[in-house]
């Protein structure tokens, strides 16, 4: 049986559905679904928090709506804000411009080069845009603040030990209509150029909508028939690819919870909607990739509206989030007292 076509996002209606996980289309990684933690934030995660609300809020309310289709007042006022906190923790950013026309957007680096292993690259992406009119703090000052919170880890983290694995850390531009999967979309021009290369991605984690948290019941959109085998509460993140990167997608839930009880799933399916952020060009590149996720507007009321702002964020449930992706990167990008974690299951 051919896989249905599985629309808006990932899970839309309850017969596709159905269909999809009877001919195995859509697939759930194993592993365990913990509940929210309950427990005070600890000082290390208050100040993460601390530290994930102000660059939020910096994004979304100080610059506000970031289009880079329409005014380019706020993409470009990203772009300087970006690379002004690199600066101050000390990280040393490339600035790799697009062109639109006659107006210059671009993408953000940080390198942090591995040792002994520095072919192998591990991406971590997210994309700073919005759509116009949206102050974007889910979609997705969240995913760019969770980024920031790990570029200043790196940076720490590398002035007392190397890597061995190198890891580089993308703000990428034009992920957004109409740009969205075209040329000048922020992450397939880098893919594409790694790619021509012929760089060794090991692995690209990209990073879209990360803040939105609620556990009460039935805060999860999706068709009631499948309650039995995906979460009712929207309090946890997907790793999510399509179904050949299943084996990598399982993987690195693995990693993620033996180092988080942070509430989390992995899916895959070929579903076309698993190709709407900066995770897809690595996958149409060959590389090894998995978006991470909240679900978006399948849980997110404020999806691409002028109420996607700060206040709506649920910044102890990133924190506890950004603290388990942190050591995730670590068992990763492997220390000198460490190897880098396998990426095979």
């Given at each position: 049986?051919?896989?249905?076509?599985?629309?808006?996002?990932?899970?839309?209606?309850?017969?596709?559905?159905?269909?999809?996980?009877?001919?195995?289309?859509?697939?759930?990684?194993p592993g365990t679904l913990h509940p929210s933690s309950t427990q005070p934030l600890t000082p290390a995660q208050v100040l993460l928090a601390?530290?994930?609300?102000?660059?939020?809020?910096?994004?979304?309310?100080?610059?506000?709506?970031?289009?880079?289709?329409?005014?380019?007042?706020?993409?470009?006022?990203?772009?300087?804000?970006?690379?002004?906190?690199?600066?101050?923790?000390?990280?040393?950013?490339?600035?790799?411009?697009?062109?639109?026309?006659?107006?210059?957007?671009?993408?953000?680096?940080?390198?942090?080069?591995?040792?002994?292993?520095?072919?192998?690259?591990?991406?971590?992406?997210?994309?700073?845009?919005?759509?116009?009119?949206?102050?974007?703090?889910?979609?997705?000052?969240?995913?760019?603040?969770?980024?920031?919170?790990?570029?200043?880890?790196?940076?720490r983290r590398t002035q007392l030990a190397p890597l061995r694995r190198s890891v580089r850390v993308v703000f990428f531009v034009n992920e957004?209509?109409?740009?969205?999967?075209?040329?000048?979309?922020?992450?397939?021009?880098?893919?594409?150029?790694?790619?021509?290369?012929?760089?060794?991605?090991?692995?690209?984690?990209?990073?879209?909508?990360?803040?939105?948290?609620?556990?009460?019941?039935?805060?999860?959109?999706?068709?009631?028939?499948?309650?039995?085998?995906?979460?009712?509460?929207?309090?946890?993140?997907?790793?999510?690819?399509?179904?050949?990167?299943?084996?990598?997608?399982?993987?690195?839930?693995?990693?993620?919870?033996?180092?988080?009880?942070?509430?989390?799933?992995?899916?895959?399916?070929?579903?076309?909607?698993?190709?709407?952020?900066?995770?897809?060009?690595?996958?149409?590149?060959?590389?090894?990739?998995?978006?991470?996720?909240?679900?978006?507007?399948?849980?997110?009321?404020?999806?691409?509206?002028?109420?996607?702002?700060?206040?709506?964020?649920?910044?102890?449930?990133?924190?506890?989030?950004?603290?388990?992706?942190?050591?995730?990167?670590?068992?990763?990008?492997?220390?000198?007292?460490?190897?880098?974690?396998?990426?095979?299951?």
């Open positions: 049986m051919p896989c249905p076509r599985l629309t808006a996002p990932l899970l839309a209606s309850a017969p596709l559905l159905a269909a999809a996980l009877a001919c195995g289309c859509l697939y759930r990684s601390d530290a994930l609300r102000a660059d939020v809020a910096a994004l979304a309310e100080e610059i506000g709506a970031r289009p880079s289709s329409t005014d380019f007042a706020g993409i470009h006022a990203a772009e300087a804000w970006l690379l002004a906190q690199l600066a101050e923790a000390g990280i040393e950013a490339r600035r790799d411009p697009i062109a639109l026309g006659q107006v210059e957007v671009a993408n953000i680096e940080a390198l942090f080069p591995g040792t002994d292993r520095p072919e192998e690259i591990l991406v971590l992406g997210a994309h700073y845009d919005t759509v116009p009119g949206s102050p974007g703090a889910n979609d997705n000052a969240s995913g760019v603040a969770l980024l920031l919170a790990t570029a200043r880890d790196l940076a957004e209509e109409p740009f969205s999967g075209g040329y000048q979309m922020g992450s397939r021009v880098y893919a594409e150029r790694s790619s021509e290369l012929g760089e060794n991605i090991v692995l690209m984690i990209g990073v879209d909508s990360v803040g939105y948290f609620s556990n009460e019941r039935g805060s999860q959109d999706y068709p009631a028939l499948v309650s039995w085998s995906l979460p009712g509460r929207g309090n946890f993140v997907v790793f999510v690819s399509n179904r050949d990167n299943a084996p990598v997608v399982d993987r690195v839930l693995e990693l993620f919870q033996e180092h988080s009880r942070f509430p989390s799933i992995g899916l895959a399916t070929n579903a076309k909607d698993v190709y709407r952020s900066d995770h897809a060009p690595f996958l149409w590149r060959g590389f090894p990739a998995v978006a991470l996720s909240d679900t978006s507007e399948a849980r997110d009321p404020h999806y691409h509206g002028p109420d996607d702002r700060a206040e709506n964020l649920a910044y102890d449930e990133l924190a506890r989030l950004a603290e388990g992706f942190l050591a995730t990167l670590d068992a990763l990008a492997g220390s000198p007292e460490a190897a880098p974690a396998t990426l095979s299951p």
